[in-house]
């Protein structure tokens, strides 16, 4: 057997420019595609954390207006906008509505000044979230309801609870949404 020729030792070892090319070509795409990835990855990672913050903004809310008669507990005896008001609540006993405090909210927040106050009162006062509230019969009846879940909504949440009201059992349902 024969040697390998010494001009063709000589290029078995050599780097091309077009080797070095491809090779940090073919870098800069992969770090490309990392970026763009990771860039994805945190946009969802952000609007899920966003969901979460309103689902869970939504829940207490619903839960303060079903099991609490809210501070002062006489809230809706005078002027809504007048009276220092500090937290909302339906309930003249935990999951029991007191029909007068229903009432007294739903003509309250058809003002938005009053509407507003409402939200803040129940803790969905973050930039852009706004919310509706529902109070049914099971058989489907409305017996009050204000807000409807607008057209750019960027997230919701809907939450619902049982209640009594006037000895029948209600469906409250919250909804909570975003606008960005």
């Avoid at 030792?9 to 992969?30: E, K, M, P, T, Y």
């Avoid at 309103?54 to 207490?60: D, H, I, R, T």
């Amino acid at each position: 057997m024969e040697a390998p020729s010494r001009a063709r030792r000589a290029r078995r070892a050599q780097f091309f420019a077009i080797d070095i090319v491809a090779g940090i070509s073919f870098l800069l795409l992969l770090i490309f595609i990392y970026a763009a990835v990771a860039n994805n990855f945190d946009l969802v990672i952000n609007q899920r954390e966003k969901s979460m913050q309103l689902s869970e903004a939504a829940q207490a809310a619903l839960e303060q207006l079903v099991t609490t008669a809210g501070s002062p507990s006489n809230w809706d005896a005078g002027n809504f906008s007048e009276q220092g008001i500090s937290s909302l609540g339906l309930a003249s006993e935990p999951n029991v509505l007191d029909p007068g405090k229903v009432a007294a909210l739903f003509q309250a927040v058809s003002a938005d000044a009053d509407r507003s106050a409402a939200r803040d009162m129940l803790g969905l006062n973050r930039p852009g979230y706004d919310f509706g509230l529902q109070v049914r019969l099971l058989n489907g009846t409305v017996l009050a309801s204000f807000g409807s879940l607008p057209e750019n909504a960027t997230a919701t949440s809907q939450r619902t609870s049982f209640a009594a009201e006037n000895g029948e059992t209600v469906m409250v349902k919250l909804t909570a949404w975003t606008k960005d």
